[in-house]
């Protein structure tokens, strides 16, 4: 097991991984004494802060314990810190299929993962199952907050929030499960408001961080730096869109990104992403559409380009499905375009505005 000191903090590897979310082990990791032997366990020292501090960065946090859930979760209840952990698996499964579990019903990759235990055994099982996963052991708890993949080179207002907006995404999810209807009628509940807009200079540091966090639902994986995108947005031959999502539960944020070169006579989209969290909600065709509406009103020929990452193909779909077809080829990049004659109506159910 490497030590946190003794990995490379310079490697270009570690430099592209990032942490959505931390998951803590309990008895001598979280907190000192194993609980099922006395329940008179105590915190390890600033644990608390370590945990707000990573919250405050937008890093989600749960638990994978083998514990009695009853117990354990009433002690996380009496140290105030409940509110912090999304789905905690506390049983006797194996710590492997535990955080497979969290990050299915988090909805991110297990790459996405770090895992932090005391236990050598635990966190070999977990590096031989998933060795995506960032495994630490409790020893090196302090140095957590200073490694590199724990500190988002922005904080931007959506990692602030992220915590509440998961929490409400809980509340949606409850009440879709209980829904008794077609899913657009379960859509048509939710009073969604899809907002696009120019990006303007204070909405970079979010767009950057959107090229770096977002895998599944990216057409290209190209990340850009805020210097990057500001020279975009200044631009006479590029736009940059984003998009954000609202519903009676709450806001989701800016959850989309279009990056958009404008030649004279094709413009091509060198970026189309959207947040996984907004999946599920039939709002991810609206930006491409309304590109294809400028296109066409521009009386320019629209093109994609699309690189497969293993893990975006429901971009390709949504590409196939919108019209467009494969036109050239260079070794992973594939170039793609769109006729124009078939752009699909807004859904019913949800509002768009457009802010210019």
């Not at 990573?54 to 083998?66: E, P, T, V, Y």
């Not at 966090?213 to 736009?239: E, P, V, W």
């Not at 806001?251 to 004279?264: H, R, T």
């Amino acid at each position: 097991m490497i030590s946190i000191k003794e990995q490379d903090v310079n490697s270009k590897e570690k430099d592209k991984k990032v942490i959505k979310c931390v998951v803590w082990d309990l008895d001598n990791t979280l907190w000192h004494g194993v609980l099922l032997e006395d329940e008179k366990v105590f915190l390890r020292e600033n644990i608390v802060d370590i945990i707000q501090t990573l919250d405050r960065r937008g890093i989600l946090q749960s638990i994978a314990s083998k514990n009695e859930p009853t117990t354990a979760i009433a002690k996380l209840e009496e140290f105030g810190l409940k509110e912090y952990f999304f789905y905690p698996q506390i049983n006797w499964n194996s710590k492997a299929s535990s955080l497979k579990e969290i990050a299915d019903l988090l909805n991110i990759g297990i790459d996405a993962i770090a895992f932090i235990d005391d236990q050598l055994f635990e966190l070999e099982e977990v590096k031989f199952s998933c060795p995506q996963i960032l495994c630490i052991n409790a020893d090196e708890i302090e140095y957590i907050v200073d490694m590199p993949v724990m500190n988002p080179r922005f904080i931007t207002e959506d990692s602030k929030l992220r915590r509440l907006m998961y929490l409400n995404d809980i509340e949606r999810n409850s009440f879709e499960k209980e829904f008794i209807g077609t899913q657009e009628e379960f859509l048509a509940t939710l009073n969604m408001t899809f907002t696009i807009s120019s990006a303007q200079e204070d909405d970079l540091q979010r767009a950057e961080e959107l090229t770096i966090r977002t895998n599944q639902l990216n057409t290209t994986g190209y990340t850009y730096s805020y210097d990057d995108l500001n020279q975009f947005r200044q631009s006479d031959q590029h736009k940059i869109l984003i998009s954000s999502l609202e519903d009676k539960y709450g806001n989701y944020g800016k959850i989309g990104l279009v990056l958009l070169e404008c030649e004279e006579v094709v413009w091509t989209l060198k970026l189309l992403l959207m947040s996984c969290r907004v999946m599920s909600r039939g709002v991810g065709t609206i930006m491409l559409n309304h590109i294809m509406k400028l296109a066409k009103n521009s009386n320019v020929r629209l093109r994609a380009e699309f690189i497969s990452n293993n893990r975006n193909r429901m971009m390709f779909i949504s590409y196939k499905f919108s019209g467009f077809q494969e036109i050239d080829k260079n070794g992973d990049l594939l170039i793609l375009e769109n006729d124009l004659t078939r752009i699909q109506p807004i859904p019913e159910y949800v509002k768009v505005k457009v802010i210019n």
